[in-house]
């Protein structure tokens, strides 16, 4: 560590141009080359760990693609109390029927006899105003209640209990019961697009769907708006997701420019003026700032180099990895300020390139530490169960080194090329420079060391008891949550559409649990799937019309293609095909299975009678038999929302145990979105102790090595990693206590307070070892420590907080929560590095030198005239050498 800081730091004095030039340059082909290759991600891709739901849900899409119609949902909603189940409701009907047939959009709904491209709770009502020949437009709210009764109770009980699922819970309207004035705020109306008809690309696919959703937000009718929602519409478009990004950086850089020119400024004394301590504020922002906008370049150039279209190491940039910039002007700005802190201080007494020499070895050691530390710490995100966490970790790793690597090579280069003019020409200010160290969060941080010097064991046990307690409620309370919205803005229509068709239709129609049965079919199995298709109509949340679990599967193509060989007048409606079936296949079909049901005697070739399916119902059957790759999938609507997915999956699961049983340990998965968001809450709570255990213990392991090599003292690694276990205790404590759940960003917590801690505790234990050099007591080298490594921290702090703290003001909700949980690593960083860790550090130079024999000399007694100091407060006995630290 120490030879290749030397060699940046005579690489600096000796050609501070060149290493200028060469630093722009490569920045600029890094750009260059990574910038056109970085792809954008979105919704839930790289949330979803490597768990079977999901390996199911893929294999679904490759076998079976995008078939089944894509549903639009469109919420109805009757302003200001009003009801839907009236006039106004009848013509918001017609006008989403009319807008979109009438458009070139008309093109993709389906077009089958037994399916009608929209379907609402008043399509009924309409048809009965046609059947009697009454004008709908001209239909009052009277008519529209007698006409939805009759038209209610006409209907089979299928297709009443769809009518009747569409309208929420709440209206208590159920199609058994006979209903005269019906009433409800809120109406659910389905239209279908052909997923044949619409372009296979799914860019240019859900873009038809936003054209569409357009055009019935443009149907006005009065007291009823239109709500259209479609999964393909959350996250089609980023742009305010982008924005929103792009607002928060702006945010931060303008907070950090007004904190650091504070942290930066130095009261002009005899060799200066205020003009010269403004201008010298502006550089010295001005050179922070660029810094790190070339580590923000360096991180982008190979998120893009990393990625799919460069080395595929990584996946697409995932919202996670839009917060690095925001990240590296937080953290970034720490290492310039204890740069410029430690070159003012050295340059009020020497020359600039000597200045600027052990400012780089004596920061840059710490920094090189550092580096290593907060690397390794974002790098345990690797172990995290979301892909996208993963990512995150590797680029902000990179972040942290290439702000190191810029930091000690072009922010000197800068300040020698400056300064060493201003030199040579007798106006560097050097005691105006030098007053900054006098400034007042030195003075301010002065007095803290006061713990450490006189308290230091009431210190420890006060802390340690605090975040011991702190973290034993945290890590019990801190909930685990997870949703693939939590990235949309909470204020978004889409969003709000979204939670009230979870809160009153249990998701709406859009909700599709797969199950995926991957292996070949035994007669045994088969039969056992007709069982499970019987039993599903029981589950809770799965949609039932009339008796029958709305679902689709194999054993309901085969009662489609039954029920082609019965008379027309003897088939309920829709429990037919809508295209003719051959005879002849059907009957072959009907032979296979016994009599009057849908099972198959033992020994029948089940392969064969799916492939006759398959030849009678291509369409239909096509979509839940690949017979090529033995995958049978049967999709169930179901309406569990997240909140009780785990529970709907687990009783599928029981459902379908005896088809998995019978294929002999072949796979049979239940899968939908809800299921895989809870695998990755459950694995994100499981990954917590083990990310927290990995991070701490390679951060201990890196610093033990470092001084055992560099100062013959491992044990000072020890103490120097010990507060940032409180750290992490405190912030959990914190969670907990202000209700901020571990969620795919905040999951980064382990790292991130190892990532803020470690650099905080580094600084200032190895200032300490410098100052234990200089001072005859340890009392007095952690004051020094303390006013002028703490006074750094605190302005770094400062910046910090204020650049993390920007995200609390973010609409979405992830980005507020981990604003929040870096906050409190910031300030508890702050607080164990100097308090905490100056207190350990005294307690452990008092013993080492007990124990090797070279004590401490007394400390100046009480001069109140008042009683002796307590005996927790009492240096040890006097010492008579002053040896290094």
């Not at 201003?422 to 030098?434: I, M, Y």
């Not at 038999?625 to 569990?640: F, H």
Request: glycine letters at 10%.
């Amino acid at each position: 560590m120490n030879a290749l800081v030397i060699a940046l730091s005579r690489a600096v004095r000796r050609a501070p141009a060149v290493v200028l030039v060469v630093a722009l340059v490569l920045t600029a082909a890094i750009g260059a080359v990574g910038f056109p290759r970085i792809e954008q991600g979105g919704g839930n891709e790289g949330f979803s760990p490597d768990n079977p739901e999901l390996l199911a849900q893929q294999r679904v899409q490759e076998v079976f693609g995008s078939s089944g119609d894509v549903v639009l949902q469109v919420l109805l909603r009757a302003e200001e109390g009003g009801d839907v189940l009236s006039a106004a409701g009848v013509q918001a009907t017609l006008g989403i029927q009319q807008a979109v047939q009438a458009s070139e959009a008309g093109q993709y709904l389906v077009q089958r006899p037994d399916q009608p491209p929209l379907i609402s709770p008043l399509l009924g009502v309409l048809q009965a105003a046609g059947a009697q020949g009454i004008d709908p437009t001209a239909l009052d709210d009277a008519t529209v209640d007698q006409l939805f009764a009759a038209s209610l109770a006409q209907m089979p009980s299928e297709q009443a209990g769809f009518v009747t699922g569409l309208l929420p819970a709440s209206a208590g309207i159920d199609a058994a019961t006979p209903v005269e004035q019906p009433e409800s705020p809120l109406a659910l109306a389905i239209l279908f697009l052909d997923s044949e008809a619409l372009p296979a690309d799914d860019v240019e696919s859900a873009e038809v769907v936003q054209d569409i959703a357009a055009i019935i937000e443009g149907v006005e009718v009065d007291g009823v708006t239109l709500e259209p929602f479609a999964f393909e519409l959350l996250f089609a478009n980023q742009d305010s997701f982008t924005d929103e990004i792009g607002r928060l950086f702006a945010m931060a850089i303008g907070i950090i420019l007004l904190i650091l020119g504070f942290v930066y400024f130095s009261k002009p004394q005899a060799d200066g003026s205020w003009f010269t301590s403004i201008r010298r504020t502006v550089a010295d922002v001005a050179t922070t700032i660029a810094v790190i906008m070339m580590a923000i370049i360096w991180v982008q150039g190979f998120a893009g180099i990393l990625g799919p279209q460069g080395l595929g190491w990584i996946d697409a940039l995932a919202e996670p990895a839009q917060l690095l910039p925001v990240l590296l002007v937080g953290l970034g700005v720490d290492y310039g300020i204890h740069m410029t802190s430690r070159y003012r201080s050295e340059v009020a007494e020497g020359s600039v390139p000597d200045a600027i020499g052990t400012a780089t070895k004596t920061v840059g050691v710490a920094l090189v530490l550092a580096t290593v530390t907060t690397a390794v710490g974002f790098l345990t995100n690797l172990t995290a169960p979301v892909p996208a966490l993963a990512d995150f970790g590797v680029l902000a790793a990179v972040g942290i080194v290439a702000a190191f690597v810029l930091m000690l090579t072009v922010f000197p280069s800068l300040r020698l090329l400056l300064d060493r003019r201003a030199e040579a020409k007798g106006t560097l200010p050097r005691q105006t420079l030098s007053s900054n160290s006098e400034g007042l969060l030195p003075r301010m941080m002065a007095g803290v060391s006061v713990f450490a010097e006189r308290l230091a064991v009431p210190t420890l046990i006060v802390t340690a008891g605090i975040g011991g307690v702190l973290g034993v409620i945290g890590l019990m309370n801190v909930s685990t949550e997870f949703s693939f919205t939590d990235f949309l803005p909470e204020d978004d229509p889409l969003i709000v559409t979204f939670d009230t068709l979870t809160e009153e239709f249990g998701g709406g129609a859009g909700e599709t649990t797969t199950v995926v049965i991957d292996g070949t079919m035994t007669p045994e199995a088969h039969n056992a799937l007709v069982a499970a298709q019987q039993e599903l109509a029981g589950v809770a949340d799965v949609q039932v019309f009339g008796e029958n679990a709305q679902a689709t599967s194999p054993v309901t193509v085969l009662a489609q293609v039954l029920a082609s060989l019965q008379p027309a007048d003897q088939v309920a409606p829709g429990a037919g095909l809508a295209t003719p079936v051959d005879p002849a296949l059907a009957q072959q079909i009907a032979g296979m299975l016994e009599p009057g049901g849908l099972t198959v005697p033992a020994g029948t070739d089940v392969e064969a009678l799916y492939d006759l399916l398959l030849q009678a119902a291509p369409d239909v059957a096509g979509q839940v038999i690949a017979a090529q790759d033995d995958v049978v999938r049967v999709s169930v609507s179901t309406a569990a929302g997240e909140e009780r997915a785990v529970a709907l999956g687990e009783n599928l699961d029981a459902v379908f145990a005896p088809v998995e049983a019978e294929l002999g340990g072949d796979s049979v998965v239940v899968t939908s979105d809800g299921i895989i968001s809870s695998r990755i809450v459950t694995s994100l709570r499981d990954s917590q102790l083990r990310s927290l255990f990995i991070a701490v213990l390679a951060a201990m392991v890196l610093l033990v090595l470092n001084f055992w090599v560099t100062e013959r003292r491992p044990m000072l690694g020890v103490v120097t990693i010990a507060p940032v276990a409180l750290v992490v205790l405190w912030t959990f404590g914190m969670m907990a206590a202000t209700g901020v759940p571990v969620g795919p960003v905040t999951a980064t917590i382990a790292a991130l307070a190892v990532g803020i801690g470690v650099p905080y505790t580094i600084h200032v234990s190895h200032r300490f070892s410098e100052d234990r050099e200089r001072f005859a007591t340890a009392e007095e080298a952690i004051r020094s420590t303390v006013s002028h490594t703490g006074g750094a921290l605190a302005g770094s702090a400062m910046t910090t907080i204020a650049g993390f703290g920007i995200l609390v003001t973010s609409s979405l909700v992830p980005f507020q929560q981990f604003g929040l949980v870096t906050v409190y690593s910031i300030g508890f960083a702050l607080i164990a590095s100097t308090v905490v860790l100056p207190a350990m550090l005294v307690l452990y130079d008092r013993s080492r030198r007990r124990r090797e024999g070279d004590p401490t000399p007394p400390a100046a007694g009480p001069t109140d005239g008042g009683e002796a100091d307590p005996w927790w407060t009492k240096p040890p006995a006097p010492e008579t050498a002053v040896s290094g630290g």
